[in-house]
């Protein structure tokens, strides 16, 4: 991950007398705030079909404000199928699948951050709902998954950083 500009997550262990640093850079003024302004959330996405964007797996990067590529190819059929058989994970547009680094916030709040951590992934998957909404385009939310293949689809160790919550967005039928 320190490629894309994160070195910091390597440095996500709990550590009890310190936080673990954040990213030193302005938030996009879209971006609202969060539990303890800790930004637990990370957000990748399925590109099945994106005009302008190839087939593959993208990690938003906040530094650059923008998707950085991971893994070029289609993931579709792969997240269908660790989604319990979901095709409209394969045949939508886009699968956005949010992960929580942890210990962003536990290290403040300890074994309660994981409450403040899936409000901060229902305020985000609200906002996909409604900026979806606005393009003309369905969104459903996806919470039946295998964690640990979406873990590994996505390259996270599923400690340190898991997947907690995806949504499926395309043209409605």
């Not at 990213?23 to 959330?41: D, H, N, Q, T, Y």
């Amino acid at each position: 991950m320190s490629d894309q500009g994160y070195a910091f997550q390597e440095n996500t262990k709990y550590f009890p007398d310190r936080m673990p640093e954040r990213p030193k850079v302005k938030r996009p003024g879209s971006i609202k705030e969060c539990a303890g302004g800790l930004f637990p959330i990370e957000m990748y996405a399925a590109v099945n079909r994106v005009e302008g964007l190839s087939p593959g797996l993208y990690h938003y990067s906040v530094p650059q404000h923008g998707l950085c590529v991971l893994k070029r190819g289609d993931r579709g059929d792969a997240l269908a199928e660790a989604a319990l058989g979901q095709r409209m994970v394969a045949e939508g547009s886009v699968t956005l699948i949010w992960t929580a680094v942890m210990a962003r916030t536990f290290a403040k709040y300890g074994a309660r951050g994981l409450r403040y951590i899936y409000e901060d992934a229902g305020h985000v998957g609200q906002n996909a709902y409604l900026a979806a909404t606005s393009l003309g385009l369905g969104c459903c939310a996806i919470g039946a998954y295998y964690d640990e293949a979406v873990d590994r689809i996505t390259g996270v160790d599923g400690r340190e950083e898991t997947v907690i919550y995806m949504a499926a967005i395309g043209k409605p039928e």
